[in-house]
């Protein structure tokens, strides 16, 4: 196991002062120091694709190297800036790129991180850059000797980190916090009261795809009702709007951080989406899940955003005592409608994981 303090006193050793990413599990004790500190510049990009592009800006602007954080899953997004811009035979822009491993050959994981899992290391190569997996503070050795060539050649090197195989000895996380009122398992759970038989739900990944499941499965519910997207965050919506395209009443019930990660597919919902679309986003500011960092959701005001992508409807939930009113309301209204809830950052503790998923699918595909 690496210690997190190490490997972040050797980026600094070698003057890398700017950080970016995507929160990730796996990363945390590493993140969780560079929240803590005031001396480098921190930023939470709004997908792995912006985080590379914030960096290349970086360097362009400073001639210094920038590091670039994120999870596995999210290199479909970061390949584009990486072979498009970065790449040696484009403009040869060098960086560091801290990548935590899901899905690592021999160690056990979800099945939605097997295949990205497998193939990392290859889609590496392909884009010619050299990977380095970090396990343990011995191999912190090489980092140092990496990164100097990483700025001799210009070229960009990723430190691979496996699940469990970094730690950190002091640094505590600073979660994201709010005075928001309802909790998520509530929400969730009067939709499901209120909503037809004939409503299909695409919900969005993490904790709010386990709450929904949890919930079915408490009501002896048949999981077909139901998508869960286990992977592919920021997607959510266009699930449901190709399934509402279908004449499929569809309610969508996304996260502030998967919308933020793909907001410009709102337009499409508004532009193609039909009357029976819908669309929740449970806003706690935060992407909980993976270590409670915040998305900077805050900052977006959803009744002017709705409205400026044509949106049919926008409602909000504050609170639990006009929740039932307002629900009534965005169900009863035709679409395409918006509804964000401001939630707690709290989940119910030992949520069960979506794992059969052909089962899932051909529930959800062959449902009444």
């Known amino acids: 196991m690496i210690t997190a303090e190490k490997l972040f006193n050797i980026l600094k050793k070698k003057k890398i002062s700017f950080y970016c990413g995507v929160p ?13 500190r005031k001396d480098i510049d921190h930023l939470i990009s709004a997908n792995e694709g912006t985080a590379v592009s914030n960096a290349i800006g970086h360097y362009l602007a400073s001639k210094k190297l920038p590091c670039v954080y994120f999870q596995n ?24 790129l801290i990548i935590g491993w899901r899905g690592a050959p021999k160690v056990k994981d979800e099945p939605q991180h097997i295949t990205k899992g497998k193939i990392t290391k290859k889609i590496l190569n392909i884009l010619g850059i050299e990977c380095v997996v970090l396990d343990k503070d011995n191999d912190l050795k090489k980092v140092g000797k990496k990164i100097k060539k990483c700025k001799k050649d210009n070229q960009i090197v990723a430190f691979l980190i496996k699940n469990k195989s970094i730690r950190n000895e002091k640094i505590k996380k600073k979660e994201s916090t709010n005075k928001n009122k309802i909790e998520r ?28 499941m949890q919930l079915r499965r408490d009501r002896n519910n048949k999981y077909g009702k139901d ?21 499929k009443k569809v309610i ?18 508004s532009v193609y989406s039909n009357r029976k679309f819908k669309h929740i986003v449970l806003n706690n500011n935060s992407h909980e899940s993976v270590g409670g960092y915040k998305t900077n959701a805050k900052n977006i005001n959803f009744k002017l955003l709705s409205k400026s992508l044509n949106y049919r ?5 504050k609170s639990y005592k006009k929740m039932d009113a307002i629900l009534n309301q965005f169900i009863k209204r035709n679409g395409p409608s918006l509804l964000e809830v401001l939630i707690k950052n709290k989940s119910s503790n030992n949520l069960m994981r979506p794992k059969n998923l052909l089962y899932i699918k051909e529930k959800f595909m062959n449902r009444e």
């Open 24 to 36: 990730d599990s796996i990363l945390k004790p590493f993140i969780n120091i560079l929240d803590n």
């Open 73 to 96: 899953s999210g290199l479909g997004n970061a390949i584009n800036p990486l072979a498009s811009i970065a790449h040696k035979k484009v403009y040869s822009i060098p960086m560091i």
């Open 185 to 212: 398992k509530i929400f969730i759970d009067l939709l499901l009261k209120k909503i037809k038989k004939d409503t299909c739900i695409i919900s969005t990944t993490g904790y709010t795809s386990r709450e929904l």
């Open 227 to 247: 998508f869960y997207m286990v992977g592919g965050m920021g997607h959510a919506s266009s699930v449901a709007l190709g399934v509402s395209m279908q004449n």
């Open 313 to 317: 409807n926008f409602f909000q939930i």
């Open 252 to 269: 969508c019930i996304d996260g502030d951080g998967s919308l933020i990660m793909h907001m410009g597919s709102l337009l499409t919902n």
